[in-house]
Every structure is written in C-alpha cells, then in structure tokens.
C-alpha cells in the first residue's frame, strides 16, 4: 500500500515540473531553464524639462548654501524667527500669487545690511536670483528630477561652463567672500583645483565618508551635478 502511494505521489510531481502553465526556476545564468536568455528590462532614462526649477536639485542647495548656515536662518540660529532648511519653512517666506512680493525674493534685492545673505558674504548673483522667482512663478512646488543616462551629459566638462554654475549654485554662498566658512574659498579656479586635487571637492560633494558633506548632512546637489564634478576631476581638473 504504502510503495502504492509513494508511486502516485512521485506522479503528481513528475506532472507539476511538466506543467507548461507553470514557469521552470531560473537558474544562475540568467536563464528560464532553455537556451534562451531572459530579456532584462530596459534602462530608464529620466529627462528633466529644461524649463523648470525644481525644489530639490535647484532651490534648496541654493538656500542651504547662502541661507541657512550656522548663525543666519539654520534650525538653531533662527535669525528673525526664520529658518530656511526645508521646504516647509522655506514656503512660508513665500507669495505664490504675487511672487515679486515674497520675502524670499525681496531679501536677495535689498542692499547693505538688509540684504540676504548679509555682507560680507557674496550676494547672490542675477541668474541664481531668477532662478528663485522663476520657481515662485511656477507654483513654488516641492518637485524633484534627477536626471539620468543620455539627459546627464558628463562628458568635455568645461571648468566656466559646468563646474563654475555648480560651485555658485551649491558652494560659494559659504566658501566666498572675506571670511569663509572654514576658510575655504571656492571662488577662484586656483582653490578649487587644490580642493579637486587633494579629493576633498567630490568626497564633500558625495558626501563620502572622511569628509565634511555639502551644501549639508541633509542636503547634497544631484547626482548628475556630482558625476559632472567627478569627470572633470577625472579630466585633470582644466580651468577650460
């Protein structure tokens, strides 16, 4: 009886591995049990609209960087009640429906002592400037794009054309001026290529461990601007 049940179970199991409805285990090789190889899914390739300023590549490194710094508008510091580290403060500073009337927007127009940032620091310049009320005027979102593949060209980075805009964007807001953060000036090509030389630029940018991560902790720029950073490093790090 017992070799009877044995016989009809070994059936069973036989006729579930020949089932066609049922897929055979893939095996190592990348393959589903026949000599043809499984197709890998395509490769995404994310293209971000020229156009828009989104919040977290664009404005929020930019705010960090000149705003938010220790003793200005961090999250302990608080000048003016203000704190600038996140969407959600920074939102408050904001007037979508009449953007020129924004408090972000007015304080980088202002002079002398009233400006933001504050002298000594560099002010912001006019391209950084449009780019936060062209944000404003597009509804002040909490959007994000990351470009990817073929949309982030990594490729003859130029040191004025690519690198600079970055550095301005992200970087020289605390590392300018007459007294720079950590006395680091990345204001000229002659200091960044000592920082690009010695790896502190991109293990900073990539907030890699051993190094101090910028614009912050919490903040870093996007990963197409970081592998922008490290071609022209890998490039030799041209002042072209």
């Known amino acids: 009886m017992k070799r009877i049940r044995i016989i009809f179970l070994y059936g069973i199991i036989f006729a579930c591995q ?31 609209h020229p156009d828009t300023v989104y919040f977290k590549q664009k404005i929020l490194p930019l705010i960090v960087s000149n705003c938010a710094m220790s003793g200005c508008h961090d999250a302990i510091s608080k000048k003016d009640g203000v704190i600038l580290t996140d969407y959600t403060n920074i939102i408050k500073e904001v007037n979508t ?59 003859n980075m130029s040191y004025a054309k690519d690198i600079t805009p970055i550095l301005q964007a992200s970087c020289t807001g605390c590392h300018s001026g007459t007294k720079p953060q950590g006395s680091i000036d990345l204001s000229t090509y002659a200091n960044v290529y000592k920082y690009a030389l010695n790896g502190k630029l991109y293990g900073s940018v990539a907030h890699l461990s051993g190094y101090i991560a910028m614009p912050s902790a919490s903040v870093s720029i996007s990963s197409c601007e970081i592998s922008k950073i490290k071609s022209w490093i890998d490039s030799g790090s041209k002042n072209n």
Request: proline share 12%; net charge negative; hydrophobic share 30%.
């Open 97 to 155: 429906k009449n953007p020129t009337s924004s408090e972000l927007y007015t304080s980088l127009m202002e002079t002398g002592e009233d400006r933001m940032p504050p002298p000594p620091m560099a002010a912001f310049s006019n391209e950084n400037i449009a780019i936060v009320l062209t944000w404003i005027k597009q509804g002040a979102k909490n959007n994000s794009c990351e470009a990817s593949g073929t949309a982030c060209i990594t490729t």
């Open 18 to 48: 020949n089932d066609k409805n049922i897929p055979l285990p893939v095996n190592s090789e990348g393959t589903n049990g026949s000599t043809t190889p499984v197709t890998p899914p395509p490769t995404t390739n994310v293209v971000c």
